[in-house]
């Protein structure tokens, strides 16, 4: 998640041209990000993570079947 709003934060300072901001700023800086696109990226990884982790107990389960 950090690396999400640092990631927005950064845009919203390259858009600007705030180079000197850009070189200095930690994710507790007060810089102003859209959460919206802070919260699609966070709910694309979510999904991502879940086809993975469905994909993985798929596996599993065919592979400890076979065992059987």
Request: glycine share 8%.
């Amino acid at each position: 998640m950090s690396r999400t709003v640092v990631d927005a934060k950064t845009g919203f300072l390259k858009a600007g041209g705030h180079v000197e901001a850009l070189a200095n700023f930690t994710i507790d800086s007060p810089v102003p990000f859209r959460m919206e696109t802070v919260l699609g990226e966070l709910n694309r990884l979510n999904a991502e993570t879940g086809s993975q982790r469905r994909a993985l107990r798929s596996r599993a389960i065919s592979t400890a079947s076979s065992a059987v």
